[in-house]
């Protein structure tokens, strides 16, 4: 592929091993922090749920911070420190003697800020504004490719022990920053620097653009309990595999594996004729109403041909997050259009830190009661939610899209 200007493949491929990273240690955390705590795997999914929690509180205060320091010092710093912190990270959770080492691993991935936001200003810095949606797409696609890579490769190394995938996420984000540092070149001008204030780089303000959505206030409602119920994927399926199917790390690599590549099927092929046919309402609403069924079917599913067939039908998930994007750039002025995503963000990073402490206690709670199906319930209730929203207080209030001549 040709971009059009060298930092974009650089950008591209700290997300690309950000999400290989994260992806390729899921299958074998579980086994992990039963080796280092000494519990069960009931336990263990309350305290993988508390690590999520720990990266996602300190990434949700530390993330205005690194993006404020970004306008200030530039981006390039910024990326290779990210990287950096990330290499550094894994290289401590592959050495962790004691469960507290690997806390202190996901309090440094989440001080970092991953990648996205310093790899987007980049993006943004050297893009037109007319073909940055187009390029934006792709930081889309390389989060995809590499969810779908990390956690088929983790179930693979897990051959060679529970260390081995964190030593090749930290092998493959070092190999990273070292390109950064090599290859990157600065992409925002001295003339488009600001001073760092910490009152720019306070978390409360970006929840302010959310209140000039005006009518999307119903909406941002049935996002956030969308995002959270759909937590559920990353926040237990592992300690769901393990506690309710039996399965071991390749087994568990291979479906996330297989979750992935349905869903950038249906993304790529799915999304524009359904979009066309029914427009955005109705779209989300065959996604939610998916994901809702799937849930439900997961709390029963025990066969593997079962788990085959709702990891199809629930790849018609994949359309939810593009359709509301694409009603709330609708729905808000043009001049608030880049201040509403960063509110909703940080609604994701909220459902971040709460849905993984509900869910694995749910998941822990039923099993140890012989029901490994409580996530998955929390989750169908959550997603019926958001589905109701949209049904009765945002269709009714929503003009069809003008075609586009």
């Given amino acids: 592929m040709k971009f059009h200007h060298r930092a974009v493949p650089i950008a591209l491929s700290a997300v690309l091993i950000d999400a290989i990273g994260f992806g390729i240690v899921m299958p074998v955390l579980p086994r992990l922090i039963v080796e280092l705590s000494h519990v069960t795997l009931a336990d263990a999914a309350r305290i993988g749920g508390y690590m999520l929690v720990a990266y996602a509180v300190t990434q949700f205060f530390a993330g205005p911070v690194l993006g404020t320091l970004g306008d200030s010092i530039g981006r390039r710093r910024v990326m290779l420190f990210s990287m950096l912190a990330f290499s550094i990270d894994y290289a401590l959770m592959a050495a962790a003697p004691t469960i507290g080492w690997l806390f202190v691993g996901r309090l440094i991935a989440g001080i970092t800020g991953a990648s996205f936001g310093p790899a987007n200003a980049i993006l943004a810095d050297v893009t037109p504004p007319d073909r940055r949606g187009a390029t934006f797409g792709l930081m889309g696609a390389a989060f995809g490719v590499g969810f779908i890579i990390g956690p088929a490769i983790g179930g693979l190394l897990a051959d060679f022990g529970t260390r081995a995938p964190f030593i090749a996420a930290a092998v493959l984000a070092g ?61 237990t399926w592992a300690f769901f595999g393990e506690i309710a199917l039996g399965w071991n790390e390749k087994a568990i690599g291979l479906s996330l594996a297989a979750s992935g590549v349905t869903m950038a099927l249906v993304q790529t092929m799915v999304m524009g004729p359904t979009l066309k046919r029914f427009g955005e309402t109705r779209t989300v609403m065959i996604g939610m109403l998916a994901g809702a069924s799937v849930f439900v079917g997961y709390i029963f599913a025990r066969e593997l041909w079962m788990i085959g067939l709702l990891i199809v039908v629930g790849a018609l998930q994949a359309l939810v997050w593009p359709s509301i994007n694409a009603l709330l750039s609708r729905m808000t002025d043009p001049s608030h259009q880049g201040a509403l995503q960063g509110g909703l963000a940080s609604l994701n990073s909220l459902a971040l830190i709460f849905a993984p402490l509900l869910l694995t206690q749910a998941l822990a709670y039923g099993s ?38």
């Fill in 368 to 405: 140890e009661r012989g029901f490994a199906g409580g996530n998955f319930l929390v989750a169908a209730v959550l997603a019926s939610a958001a589905l109701a929203i949209i049904a009765f207080k945002v269709a009714p209030r929503v003009a069809p899209a003008r075609p586009v001549a």
């Fill in 175 to 235: 190999l990273n920053a070292a390109w950064i540092f090599l290859a990157l070149p600065e992409t925002l001008a001295q003339e488009n620097r600001r001073p760092f204030a910490w009152g720019n780089a306070h978390v409360f303000a970006a929840f302010k653009p959310v209140f000039h959505a005006g009518n999307a206030k119903w909406l941002l409602g049935a996002a956030f309990l969308w995002q959270f119920a759909h937590m559920v994927y990353p926040a």
